[in-house]
């Protein structure tokens, strides 16, 4: 077999795996994970300061979730509201995209050449599917060599 007929054949051996493909759901879910993120951000953070208030006196006293997002405005203004949305951003963004991007793909793959529509059971099952392997592409590329890679 030529060079030529071999990358033919190994194209369309990928065309067939990546037919179930659509990226406008990987950019749909990164959207919605970053914009929900930016939007709750501010009380994120106000769970993180209620969780490191321990009684000690450096850290200051808040009597409510409105009174620690008034006094971090105060003091900080919205620099301070958004403190340390930059991982949480791309960690919400990439997860929520790989999802959106693996169930699609899964549930498309499951519906080819079928009639009906899935079961209820296939839809929570594909979910399942899709999770596992957004944990799996976030997890094993974050942190390599614990799993072994």
């Not at 406008?24 to 993120?37: D, F, K, R, T, W």
């Not at 450096?58 to 409105?66: E, H, S």
């Not at 919400?92 to 959106?100: H, I, P, T």
Request: charged share 15%; aromatic share 12%; glycine share 12%.
């Amino acid at each position: 077999m030529t060079g030529q007929g071999h990358s033919a054949s190994g194209s369309s051996a990928w065309s067939t795996v990546f037919r179930h493909v659509r990226y406008e759901n990987l950019v749909a879910g990164v959207s919605g994970g970053v914009l929900s993120n930016l939007a709750l951000h501010p009380l994120d953070l106000v769970k993180i300061r209620f969780a490191v208030s321990d009684g000690l006196e450096l850290r200051p006293k808040y009597n409510g979730i409105l009174h620690c997002l008034t006094t971090i405005w105060k003091l900080d203004g919205l620099r301070g509201l958004y403190q340390g949305v930059t991982p949480n951003v791309w960690g919400a963004g990439l997860s929520w995209g790989l999802y959106f991007f693996f169930y699609n793909a899964i549930k498309s793959y499951k519906t080819e050449g079928r009639a009906e529509r899935l079961e209820a059971t296939e839809y929570l099952v594909s979910a399942a599917e899709a999770g596992i392997c957004s944990w799996a592409v976030w997890n094993i590329t974050r942190c390599p060599s614990v799993y072994g890679v």
